[in-house]
T-cell receptor
Framework: NAGVTQTPKFQVLKTGQSMTLQCAQD?????MSWYRQDPGMGLRLIHY???????DQGEVPNGYNVSRSTTEDFPLRLLSAAPSQTSVYFC?????????????FGAGSRLTVL | GESVGLHLPTLSVQEGDNSIINCAYS??????FIWYKQESGKGPQFIID?????DKRQGQRVTVLLNKTVKHLSLQIAATQPGDSAVYFC????????????FGKGTLLTVNP
């Protein structure tokens, strides 16, 4: 079981460039989400999905798009990167069938926008 | 706005001592709380959770206490080991989706040998 896999682990972008952070889980979890983590701060929810075809905004959605075409994948798109989007991004998945509302996190993707 | 916060940003303990990490929350409607551990360069890892209808929950070497009267949450780690060195986050669910968590800023725990 790979769990939650994020790619790439590191990325450097120039302002205005676009890119997609990939997230895949092999646990058949219905719930997936993206968080960003900035120095000295906790994780902040960007977008989340409660199932294929369903997405919703979190606390800090501006500048990011998501889609959920399959249960396994939940990519995060930056359409026009800005320096304020320099951060570490974490994808997480979860399911209620586990008996607890536990999120499993990926290892993170560190993004730098110049 | 409402937020989950921490009393101390850093905590340093001796190996073998007990550690207590505190967390305050402000949303009385929150019904579920979780502690996560994040080691350097890794994603957060679930430690223990507690629902608002409980005051205490124990796991292996860890205990979470919930005081709803003062909106306070604590994580106790018994016989702290060097492998416990990490940043610890408390998180709350404020309703809606069971997985929409709001995280605190974190406490860095350093265990000295």
């Amino acid at each position: 079981n790979a769990g939650v896999t994020q790619t790439p682990k590191f990325q450097v972008l120039k302002t205005g460039q676009s890119m997609t952070l990939q997230c895949a889980q092999d646990m058949n979890h219905e719930y997936m989400s993206w968080y960003r983590q900035d120095p000295g701060m906790g994780l902040r929810l960007i977008h989340y999905s409660v199932g294929a075809g369903i997405t919703d905004q979190g606390e800090v959605p501006n500048g990011y798009n998501v889609s959920r075409s399959t249960t396994e994948d939940f990519p995060l798109r930056l359409l026009s990167a800005a320096p304020s989007q320099t951060s570490v991004y974490f994808c997480a998945s979860g399911t209620e069938s586990s008996g607890a509302n536990v999120l499993t996190f990926g290892a993170g993707s560190r993004l730098t926008v110049l | 706005g409402e937020s989950v916060g921490l009393h101390l940003p850093t905590l340093s303990v001796q190996e073998g001592d007990n550690s207590i990490i505190n967390c305050a929350y402000s949303n009385s409607a929150s019904d579920y709380f979780i502690w996560y551990k994040q080691e350097s360069g890794k994603g957060p890892q679930f430690i223990i959770d507690i629902r608002s209808n409980m005051d205490k929950r124990q796991g292996q070497r860890v205990t979470v206490l919930l005081n709803k009267t003062v909106k306070h949450l604590s994580l106790q780690i018994a016989a702290t080991q060097p492998g416990d060195s990490a940043v610890y986050f408390c998180a709350e669910n404020r309703g809606g989706s069971n997985y929409k968590l709001t995280f605190g800023k974190g406490t860095l725990l350093t265990v000295n040998p």
